[in-house]
């Protein structure tokens, strides 16, 4: 796999902070003495919610640590009242530039596994210690991918969860693809993900979206990494390549590739504006109906595109 050159190279320095992005300060990163990472999002203003600069900001610090031998563990919070908010609709889908935005988000670049989209959740994947989420406030949509992509998830009791993609006539597709099975069964990812509800932290305890729940979160994801960084760096390593590879059940890269492929097809149709005209408030007389699912997903389409999908997870020609 080709590392993407870094649009920062800002090194890491005890207890020193940096901005992890040339974007402003959307993010930034201490590290403490005993190699402890703690990872901010910093646009409290919006409850954290993913604009561009974001996007980027969070990838970049992704990248960042993923060559650093040092680093024991990672935490991952957000500034102000909230975890995150999901995707800042207005900002990233505004007539003038939702184009534009649309093709860095979804397009991989050449020998990349993932896209822009998917990097904030799955680049935690390829930081060989331990990312551990904490949330609080709310972690909805795009944000609750980002906490999925965790290795483990620390949540504050009154926190508000959601796979909220379906509000706007989508699916979720920044690496949910990966984490949601890992989590949970079949049904219930397809519950949480058709419908959109919100939920509380203990019911996501209870599905096993989080890890645990505690009064002060990042106080006990402190600890947890305390703990971990009691271990061996090789066995704490070694233990998460192996837990990752032992639940996967097809390649990265062909499943990020299936969402992606997937979200596009929706992206743009009438049904998808529909909910987005709901979704951003339109006047009830300029919100229009639903018409009848797209031919796309009729029966005869549905089996022909089983088999390509089967294909495209295990690797397969659809027409062999």
């Known amino acids: 796999m080709r590392a993407r050159a870094l649009s920062t190279a800002v090194p890491l320095h ?4 940096f901005s992890a992005s040339v974007h402003g300060s959307r993010v930034s990163m201490t590290k403490d003495a005993k190699g402890v990472v703690t ?8 409850m954290n919610a993913l604009d561009m600069p974001m996007f980027v900001a969070i990838a970049d610090a992704a990248r960042e640590l993923i060559p650093q031998r040092d680093v024991r563990a990672v935490i991952v919070h957000g500034e102000g009242r909230a975890f995150c908010a999901g995707l800042d609709v207005k900002s990233v889908m505004s007539p003038a530039t939702a184009a534009a935005n649309m093709r860095k988000l979804l397009e991989r670049p050449h020998g990349e ?12 994947r390829r930081i ?8 609080h406030g709310v972690c909805l949509g795009g944000g609750f991918q980002i906490a999925l992509g965790a290795d483990m998830r620390i949540s504050a009791p009154r926190c508000k969860f959601s796979v909220m993609e379906a509000k706007w006539g989508l699916i979720p597709d920044m690496s949910a693809t990966l984490s949601l099975p890992e ?10 993900t058709m419908t959109g509800r919100v939920f509380q932290a203990e019911e996501a305890l209870r599905l096993g979206l989080v890890t645990t729940i505690a009064e002060d979160p990042l106080a006990e994801a402190r600890r947890l990494a305390d703990d971990i960084t009691a271990r061996s760096p090789d066995s704490t390593a070694a233990a998460k390549r192996l837990l990752h590879a032992a639940y996967a059940s097809a390649d990265d890269g ?3 590739h299936l969402e992606t492929e997937l979200q596009r097809k929706l992206l743009g149709g009438w049904n998808q504006l529909a909910c987005a005209a709901k979704g951003l408030g ?17 029966e005869e389409e549905e089996l022909d595109a089983e088999t390509e999908i089967a294909a495209m997870l295990h690797g397969e020609s659809a027409a062999a």
């Open 282 to 298: 339109a006047p009830s007389m300029l919100q229009p109906g639903f018409i009848n699912r797209n031919a796309s997903w009729s």
């Open 128 to 135: 060989a210690a331990p990312v551990i989420a904490v949330t």
């Open 254 to 256: 062909r499943r990020l």
């Open 183 to 192: 989590l949970v069964p079949k049904d219930v990812a397809m519950e949480l």
């Open 113 to 124: 596994v993932s896209n822009l989209a998917q990097d904030v959740g799955y680049l935690w």
């Open 14 to 17: 005890e207890g020193k902070a």
């Open 39 to 46: 990872l901010m999002l910093r646009r409290p203003e919006k």
